[in-house]
């Protein structure tokens, strides 16, 4: 069972934005969002390809009525932020600090002003944030990129 629409077209976005990559992006997507999955740190001595990965997070945004006078079928235009984070462990090194650096700004570029469609809404990447840095909760370190986008619901 798919789960909302919005979610799954950015989980679905980012993996062909990971799989599109050139030079070639070495780790993958974690749903890590209310699953079985966990954040383990990769062990000490992995590989630079298994030293990481990608986590999504939806923190929310607003949503405004823009059209009037057809109920059911007015639009509403949602603007929201969808953070993405390449995440790895703490003090895994300089190498992998770069690494992880490197996979962010491709994504960054991937989803700058991207366009893409899912369910039948128009999904619209309409900036992305500066890159920022830091330990997360479960004290890993993580790369974090923020992306604004826009998109219009009816009902």
Do not use: C
């Amino acid at each position: 069972m798919a789960g909302d629409p919005l979610r799954d077209a950015f989980r679905t976005e980012l993996d062909t934005v990971i799989a599109a990559a050139s030079p070639a992006i070495l780790w993958a997507r974690k749903d890590l969002l209310n699953t079985t999955d966990q954040p383990a740190p990769p062990p000490a001595g992995a590989s630079a390809a298994a030293s990481g990965w990608f986590e999504i997070e939806f923190p929310g945004g607003t949503e405004q009525q823009v059209t009037f006078g057809a109920p059911g079928a007015n639009l509403h235009r949602e603007q929201g932020q969808v953070t993405i984070r390449a995440v790895t462990r703490l003090r895994a090194g300089k190498t992998i600090r770069d690494l992880a650096e490197t996979y962010m700004a491709q994504v960054r570029t991937g989803f700058r002003m991207r366009r893409f469609t899912a369910g039948g809404l128009d999904i619209q990447v309409t900036s992305t944030g500066a890159m920022g840095g830091g330990e997360d909760e479960a004290g890993q370190w993580a790369e974090s990129l923020a992306l604004a986008y826009s998109v219009y619901n009816r009902g």
